[in-house]
């Protein structure tokens, strides 16, 4: 049996526009829902393995920390007027939501 994969980045932009699709075709009738829950289980694999081996970038945050918390293995930052540095840019933001679990897939040793 293959180990799962987080399935976080389902609740972004492109995993809820995979969502809307999938759903729009079963409701046509022409997939069926365990079909499209293989490719939901392969997006989370894909998108978990795409980001670990292609994204190098390092960025500095500098903000107000309002809220944190650690949950199953799972932690979730809420933080005010942000300031994301990167190497010659800088952004910022009223508010950020960053959600951070352990590199290793769960059920892995």
């Not at 997006?43 to 670990?52: M, N, Q, R, T, V």
């Not at 190497?87 to 590199?103: P, R, W």
Request: aromatic share 10%; hydrophobic share 35%.
């Amino acid at each position: 049996m293959s180990t799962p994969f987080y399935e976080l980045y389902r609740r972004s932009s492109i995993g809820m526009a995979l969502t809307d699709s999938l759903d729009e075709l079963i409701q046509s009738g022409h997939l069926n829902p365990q079909l499209a829950m293989r490719v939901l289980t392969t997006f989370d694999k894909s998108i978990s393995e795409g980001l670990a081996q292609l994204v190098r970038n390092r960025a500095v945050i500098k903000g107000h920390l309002h809220t944190y918390r650690f949950c199953d293995d799972v932690w979730t930052f809420i933080i005010e007027n942000p300031n994301f540095k990167f190497d010659q840019n800088t952004l910022s933001s009223d508010k950020v939501k960053i959600v951070a679990c352990n590199a290793k897939r769960p059920g892995e040793q």
